[in-house]
């Protein structure tokens, strides 16, 4: 069975910092590109940012200089390192994987998720 399960979300103020975690199991992880999605009260979830099996990233201009992501083969986890943290930053964050790596951000494009974490950025 196919698990991703995110933890590290929490509430914060404005200019702080979290690292969102996403471990995986039940597939080969290294073999999948995992991506970020968010999705803020009323409105469509949207992409983050991603990592490819060779650890290449692309990300949201919106976050772009500000979100960082890793992952560790070994632990099978992916993780998401936010700074300089603002309020539209607020809304529950996805880990997702999908098993090709070419570049994808639209939530279609993945085909196993996480059930979510909130993160609320405070002002």
């Known amino acids: 069975q196919v698990q991703l399960v995110e933890s590290g979300g929490g509430l914060v103020q404005a200019g702080g910092s979290l690292r969102l975690s996403c471990a995986v199991s039940g597939l080969t992880f290294s073999n999948y590109a995992m991506g970020w999605f968010r999705q803020a009260p009323g409105k469509e979830r949207e992409f983050v940012g991603a990592?490819?099996?060779?650890?290449?990233?692309y990300y949201a201009d919106s976050v772009k200089g500000r979100f960082t992501i890793s992952r560790d083969n070994a632990k099978a986890t992916v993780y998401l390192q936010m700074t300089s943290l603002k309020p539209e930053d607020t809304g529950v964050y996805y880990c997702?994987?999908?098993?090709?790596?070419?570049?994808?951000?639209?939530?279609?494009?993945?085909?196993?998720w996480g059930q979510g974490t909130q993160v609320t950025v405070s002002s």
């Open positions: 990592i490819r099996s060779d650890s290449s990233t």
């Open positions: 997702a994987a999908r098993l090709f790596q070419s570049l994808a951000m639209t939530k279609a494009q993945y085909s196993v």
